[in-house]
């Protein structure tokens, strides 16, 4: 069972407009999420995090929003540029293990 | 500084033979991660190490996995017996001291072909 899940899998935006991408979890243990970015023959590198306790992260054009009682985060980036076409994977972990818990990813394209 | 790096970056196997992957951690990082990312999917956890220790292998799908870090650095991924099933992008991560809040680092990645 997929504990944590990403619907689209894929989303294309313009550049200049917002992109939202969503993520869901069934596990209410989770209490640490993360949103890594992926380009080609590349491993995943982080690129912002949300404890449980908040229910908003910002870090420049990047913003990620957690609503624990609907078990769904999203990242909100603004404005998106071309160099934010990659996958975007949604992790979570709880405190009983160091290991994170992916989706299978939203490619996302900002076309010019 | 320099990343994770793992090699080599490509492999393809005769289904049957055995391979060994490598990651070489960020200096000083004491946790280890090794992770399956099959093809359309997001990475799955295998393996994780503080040190030299295993401390969870849950993991690991079968017996023909194993993993092993004997100095505390670099760490070895070994599959025995390839299957077609196998085949998938193997990523190592590392972390500074293995706090759950701690970024991991991602290496690039083995991508293994079993024929």
């Known amino acids: 069972d997929q504990q944590v899940k990403q619907n689209s899998p894929s989303l294309s935006v313009q550049e200049g407009r917002i992109s939202i991408l969503n993520c869901d979890y069934t596990?209410?243990?989770?209490?640490?999420f993360l949103w890594y970015k992926k380009y080609p023959a590349e491993g995943p590198t982080f690129l912002i995090s949300?404890?449980?306790?908040?229910d908003k992260n910002e870090d420049g054009r990047f913003t990620v929003f957690l609503n624990k009682s609907a078990k769904h985060l999203s990242l909100h980036i603004v404005p998106s540029q071309p160099g934010d076409s990659a996958v975007y994977f949604c992790?979570?972990?709880?405190?009983?293990?160091?290991?994170?818990?992916f989706g299978s990813g939203t490619q996302l394209t900002v076309l010019p | 500084g320099a990343g994770v790096s793992q090699s080599p970056r490509y492999k393809v196997a005769k289904r049957g033979q055995d391979v060994a992957l490598r990651c070489d951690p960020i200096s000083g990082h004491v946790s280890l991660f090794w992770y399956q990312q099959a093809l359309g999917q997001g990475p799955e956890f295998l393996t994780y190490?503080?040190?030299?220790?295993?401390?969870?292998k849950s993991g690991l799908p079968s017996d023909r996995f194993f993993a092993e870090r004997p100095e505390g650095s670099v760490s070895t991924l070994k599959i025995q017996r390839t299957q077609q099933e196998d085949s998938a992008v193997y990523l190592c991560?590392?972390?500074?001291?293995?706090?759950?809040?701690?970024?991991?680092?991602f290496g690039p990645g083995t991508r293994l072909l079993v024929l």
């Open positions: 190490f503080q040190n030299e220790a295993q401390l969870d």
């Open positions: 992790a979570a972990s709880d405190g009983s293990a160091r290991q994170l818990t």
């Open positions: 596990n209410s243990m989770f209490d640490y």
């Open positions: 949300i404890s449980s306790i908040k």
């Open positions: 991560a590392t972390s500074l001291t293995g706090r759950m809040t701690e970024t991991q680092y």
